[in-house]
């Protein structure tokens, strides 16, 4: 006769398992579109204060608490493998799906100063295929938006076009001028 503890005992490491497989393959799934994968080291904060960043976090971006032992295997031989050095202690991992990395890293920065955890730091992060340590994060949340960038470039390229315009204008004025004069003179 077996008894309910034995029982239950060899049917949980497969069901443990099976979840781990589950989590690893969701965390490759995020990693397919990711265009940055961040660690914050999460020491000490609650469920509370961790679903008050994920409510304060862009549409494009996704904060998961997952064993770094699962996010190692699912790095594993991908872009992403660089980090590993990161997954260290508690990590919840920032997952931002576009190429809007300011707003992405800045809920959890105004969080920061709110909750005044200056430990809780980010470990590093990986944005096209460079690791960023801690200390390298100024880099990352100072970049321009696209928008900013679009600005920037239009007006690079607009600055000429006016510059022509007004060139033109003030030659046909002068012209115009130069033809008023031509044709005063002839009546006189």
């Known amino acids: 006769m077996t008894s309910v503890r034995s029982a ?6 497969p069901i443990r398992a ?11 799934r995020e990693l397919e579109s990711c265009q940055m994968l961040a660690g914050i080291w999460c020491h000490g ?14 549409s494009s971006s996704k904060l998961l608490v ?12 991908t872009k992403w493998e660089v980090l590993k050095p990161c997954a260290k202690g508690m ?15 800045k809920p959890y920065r105004d969080f920061q100063k709110e909750w005044k955890l200056a430990l809780n730091d980010f470990t590093g ?22 928008m900013e960038s679009y600005r920037f470039l ?6 000429p076009a006016v510059s022509l315009l007004g060139l033109l204008q003030t030659k046909k004025q002068e012209d115009g001028g130069a033809e008023a004069v031509a044709a005063d003179a002839e009546k006189n």
Not at 66 to 77: D, F, H, M, P
Request: proline share 7%; aromatic share 6%.
């Open 8 to 13: 239950a005992a060899t049917t949980l490491p």
């Open 18 to 28: 099976a979840l781990a497989r589950s989590k690893r393959e969701s965390i490759r």
């Open 45 to 58: 904060l609650n469920v509370r204060q961790l679903q008050s960043i994920r409510a304060s976090l862009p």
């Open 66 to 77: 997952a064993k770094n032992s699962l996010v190692e295997k699912a790095i594993e031989g």
């Open 91 to 105: 990590n919840a991992w920032l997952f931002v799906h576009s190429d809007e990395i300011p707003p992405a890293i």
């Open 125 to 146: 992060a990986v944005y096209e295929g460079k690791l960023y340590g801690p200390d390298d994060f100024q880099a990352l949340e100072t970049m321009p938006t696209r």
């Open 154 to 159: 239009l007006g690079c390229l607009q600055s």
